[in-house]
């Protein structure tokens, strides 16, 4: 996806259970139109009622 770096999914031992990390270009990317059209779909909308307390952070590296 157009200012993507890196995507990655991880599988914790404790909670949350799972954790996804991206890297992007610029904090405008995640929830542009782009952004949205890919997440648009039947299954998105089917797991997103499993969804527990979803957290998303925003975070810049400051090195």
Do not use: C, K
Request: hydrophobic letters at 40%.
């Amino acid at each position: 996806m157009p200012g993507t770096v890196r995507a990655r999914r991880f599988r914790t031992d404790g909670s949350p259970r799972y954790l996804a990390a991206y890297d992007l270009e610029a904090r405008e990317v995640q929830g542009g139109a782009t952004w949205r059209a890919a997440i648009a779909s039947p299954w998105r909308d089917r797991i997103h009622p499993e969804f527990l307390r979803p957290r998303r952070l925003m975070l810049e590296r400051l090195v």
